[in-house]
């Protein structure tokens, strides 16, 4: 694992793009960019995201070639960039336990889509970005597997709350039943803003 700055992951992002659309392309659809929790531990990282995020929000690169196909994202791997917090151990749908996202992960996983979109010129929308929960229940329209995720069968949720009622100290975010990924698309759209 290589520590990396924003501006590096978006160098990254916009070497890789062409090969990137490419893959996309060969598998008819756009570029896409999935969200991920590990539910692992803090400080745990996994060679299956090109991007793995620390509590403390540094980011980590498994590759520098952000087109490599990794393991991810059942079925949708070819074209597209995963990127996962490192969190969520023991996590259920009505407590997130222990080690839940931290504001500094959430908000620097709304900078990181923002740079991955940036050097891949995408727009931030769900039909680019998703979480693994909502890929998992193809909700951006393209059939690529049976649904698994929190709409059907509940086997992938990752993101899908970022915080719950039950740990509100620790989740600042979306405890009003608000879906994670609307949370991480709206704050990396703000950041996107923030460029001007
Ligand atoms: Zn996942």
């Known amino acids: 694992m290589q520590q990396v700055t924003l501006e590096q992951v978006k160098q990254m992002a916009s070497d890789a793009r062409q090969a990137i659309w490419d893959l996309a392309k060969q598998n008819g659809r756009e570029p896409k960019i999935y969200l991920h929790w590990s539910a692992g ?3 745990q990282f996994f060679n299956d995201y090109h991007l793995n995020i ?4 540094t980011i980590y690169a498994s590759t520098d070639d952000l087109s490599a196909v990794l ?4 079925m949708r791997n070819s074209g597209a960039v995963g990127i996962s917090l490192a969190c ?9 336990g222990a080690e ?4 500094a992960q959430i908000e620097a996983m709304a900078q990181v889509i923002n740079a991955v979109a940036d050097g891949l010129w ?4 769900k039909e680019h970005v998703m979480t693994h929960g909502e890929a998992a229940d193809n909700e951006d329209g393209l059939q690529a597997s049976d649904a698994y995720g929190p709409k059907s069968t509940c086997e992938r949720w990752d993101l899908e709350f970022l915080g719950t009622k039950e740990s509100p100290v620790y989740n600042p975010y979306a405890t009003d039943g608000t879906r994670g990924g609307d949370v991480l698309r709206g704050k990396a759209n703000w950041y996107r803003k923030q460029e001007g």
């Open 71 to 74: 393991a991810h994202t059942y």
């Open 122 to 125: 995408l727009t931030i929308d």
């Open 100 to 103: 839940p996202p931290t504001p």
């Open 88 to 96: 969520a151990f023991g996590a259920n749908t009505s407590d997130l």
């Open 41 to 43: 531990h803090y400080g």
């Open 54 to 57: 620390d509590k403390d929000g």
